[in-house]
């Protein structure tokens, strides 16, 4: 797939000069071969690769910071990679440019258990933070599915199916070291839990997808492992008792973990993936978290929220055994819907409303679907309104693109329309900078742009994401 | 006490042209009265009150649009106004201009009881928003003490007593409608829970302390409320005693709602003022939300701690006149120790540091104030590490005001080397700007100033609060 921006981007050729003082400081860390490229010229989107000139391999802060002033004296774009995971475009090299790679920023730099926090280097992920954390008795929750990097993840504000409970990167990084557009190198914030200090420049940096300076340590907040957990999984007769039993859910105030839902053709494809037999119906998966007691009155109280919405059946499995069995399943649930259409693509897309109108936004964007005979499937992490719609399409019938295209963007004009976001944890990268706008207005649009300038007048960090530079 | 910026303050008088224009808009709803003027310039801070040259009151947000259209034509400053509780001179006219009042603006817009949210305009505040909303079975969380008006609350990104299971209002506050120093009416995001969509303007916006742009409508998170509610008095040989129950009780997971800690000094003020007989030592006073049994069990666990913490009483209260009775003391704190210097003037101020670091941070503080024999009480949000001191002072006395600066600027500079904030909540106003220097480094401030320049060209929005221009 192109992108219509892709077409009109300027791009500059890489100077020699600037490639030779880049060898001469990372040696052979820094590469223009055409594999090292390619590689860093793609992410998990359904665009064709676009190639960076050069890749350079950072270790430290003060080497992205080298980087950045003299590609800035340049006027050469500046790419930060992490896992390449994004899912809408983000890492793509509109314009060619420098594709800085963390992932040898890799050590985990301090854990305060008391203190429930870790600071981290960009490149970290969130599996390996969690391995090295494992005998305090703390753990990082936020899992947005790929093992992403924590610099990666608070670039574009990820979250995933935890958020529920222990919310998002935007709730749960506390400081940031960023590279600004100039080559200064900034802390945004302290250890402190809370502060009224000044303006908030950790949150400005989180969810700016690398456009606003590059985020080089992380400190995030960890929470203890709780002392108990246990699963319950739930079928229902529609999309709307499902839902419904969500918004009850929460307004008990029961402090679920995770409520995952899943389509009827989820559900479907995972028995097949799987070898399960989860009735074919409309799917809650739930997770708590807290003492033995809680854990037990929890599901009680949601078995019976559930039994008024008419659920066709209700089990709830405390085995470590059982719950791993069931969120595999969901977690496999991606490479089950691809198994619908074996030559096809995926394109995925996410969106995120006011709960009570989740199920009519599932439903309108199901039918949707269907009139247009998209093989599709959805997925949602429901106690926050936020759902995800796969569709799987030849990548090469222009037609078929267009109908998944014409799809998304309805559903996001729907969730617009009841006062949703255009994504809840996807981010815009270059798939969704249009949405940006009907969702936010010309004017909240060009206080966008009052920012972009401001932080990088050159146009030089990851150009042609989130807004038009004009 | 005066302000040393007061001193060389620039100070334009109002044209009579723009007081023309706003008195043909405004009729008698703008004041160059002399106690109109006094009223809105001073808040509860230490400072001599710096009047505007005028007082606007808005009832909608295209007026306050209207306002700074006119005052941006004739670079005049615009201070917003809530209900004046603020502590750090946030609301003092430092260069005279007009202060729009915004407490007119006082309509409930809408209550989304099943999303759990409520958007207000700016003037609502907290304990209204309560009672319009009590039917609902929500209610919203943050209580900085002072009936403070929402739009306030997010300008200084004020917290409180429930923060620590609640969250501030950097987490509470969904979306916001501003008025940019042009004139312009933004909206900055949606009543989605969450978002990737673009930069976070609503975070930029939150705690910016009016220098940004002008609040008038505000989107909360509300919460169910709670099936049960106990609370438990504690207290103990030590202040290190103390945190260290509440380090403990969080990291077992325990949800508290509210944790707050009360030196010697504030219980001997409390027993004399509520007359009651707390033993007077340091003391925690805890409360839980949640189910019967889940606040039942949560009490209990915090027990066992604080035995083998040698607490020497623990009183568990399910009573509401019981609970309602402590928590009156502790709200009543200030009174008290008003009353421990009669004829004084309290000066408070507040940091906040990773709780491994609190009992030291209290402590040397502690240890300050006696070295220097000041009147004082500390009391604490010690869950999130948060804690204020309150010095009571001779404002006609000099030396007196300056050993209880030099006590403030020993705790700031000590917070902030145990990686602490110099205010976890009151905010920066004029009182803390070179604090927040000392906190975040030159670079970092550069940073905040070019958002200030380019979010507000002209230095028109509240000039002199939160960073120096220049």
Redesign the interface.
């Known amino acids: 797939m192109n992108h219509p921006a892709q077409l009109d981007a300027v791009r500059k050729p890489l100077p020699a000069e600037l490639l030779a003082a880049l060898e001469s400081i990372f040696e052979d860390r820094v590469s223009t071969s055409q594999a090292m490229r390619e590689h860093h010229g793609r992410d998990e989107s359904s665009y064709d690769p676009m190639l960076p000139d050069a890749v350079v391999f950072a270790q430290t802060t003060e080497e992205v910071a080298e980087v950045v002033k003299l590609c800035n004296a340049h006027d050469i774009p500046i790419i930060p990679y992490g896992t390449g995971t994004s899912l809408e475009g983000h890492i793509l090299a509109l314009r060619g440019g420098v594709t800085i790679d963390l992932s040898q920023m890799n050590a985990v730099l301090a854990v305060?258990?008391?203190?429930?926090?870790a600071t981290v280097q960009a490149g970290v992920t969130r599996k390996q933070l969690n391995q090295e954390i494992r005998d305090t008795?703390l753990f990082f929750p936020i899992d947005p599915g790929a093992d992403a990097s924590l610099g990666g993840m608070a670039a574009?504000?990820?979250?995933g199916t935890n958020?529920v409970r222990y919310?998002?990167m935007?709730?749960n990084v506390l400081a940031l070291t960023v590279v600004?557009s100039d080559g200064?190198?900034?802390?945004?914030?302290?250890?402190?839990?809370?502060?009224?200090?000044?303006?908030?420049?950790t949150?400005?940096f989180?969810?700016?997808e690398g456009t606003?300076g590059i985020i080089t340590e992380v400190t995030v907040r960890l929470?203890?492992q709780?002392?108990a957990v246990s699963a319950a999984v739930c079928s229902f007769p529609s999309t709307a008792a499902a839902v419904n039993t969500v918004?009850q859910t929460?307004?008990?105030?029961v402090?679920v973990a995770r409520v995952e839902f899943l389509d009827e053709n989820c559900v479907r494809a995972i028995n097949a993936y799987d070898k399960m037999s989860l009735p074919e119906k409309p799917l809650l998966l739930f997770e708590f978290h807290?003492?033995e007691?809680?854990v037990q009155?929890q599901a009680q109280v949601v078995q019976e929220i559930a039994g008024e919405q008419e659920a066709i059946a209700f089990e709830w499995a405390t085995r470590p055994e059982d719950r791993t069995r069931l969120w595999a399943a969901r977690h496999n649930a991606y490479f089950a819907m691809l198994q619908m259409r074996p030559a096809g693509r995926a394109i995925t897309t996410d969106a995120?409303?006011?709960?009570?109108r989740l199920a009519e936004c599932i439903l309108d964007t199901q039918a949707d679907c269907e009139k247009n005979d998209m093989i599709h499937g959805i997925v949602g992490h429901v106690g926050?309104?936020?759902f995800h719609v796969l569709m799987m399409v030849d990548p090469d019938d222009a037609a078929d693109v267009a109908r998944a295209e014409g799809i998304n963007q309805r559903m996001v004009a729907r969730?617009?329309s009841m006062?949703?976001?255009?994504?809840?944890?996807?981010?815009?990268g270059m798939h969704?900078m249009d949405?940006?706008v009907q969702?936010?207005?010309e004017?909240?649009i060009?206080?966008?742009r009052?920012?972009?300038?401001?932080?990088d007048p050159k146009n030089i960090l990851n150009p042609g994401k989130?807004?038009r530079w004009t």
């Open positions: 305060h258990a008391e203190d429930q926090t008795g574009t504000r990820a979250s958020a919310g998002t935007r709730e600004t200064r190198i900034i802390k945004t914030g302290t250890r402190a839990k809370k502060s009224s200090a000044g303006y908030d420049l949150r400005i989180v969810g700016s606003l929470y203890p709780p002392e918004i929460i307004q008990m105030g402090p807290g003492s007691s809680s009155e995120c409303v006011p709960i009570s926050d309104g936020n969730a617009i006062d949703g976001t255009c994504t809840g944890e996807h981010g815009v969704k949405f940006l969702e936010h207005g004017e909240a060009e206080t966008m009052i920012l972009k300038r401001a932080f989130i807004i």
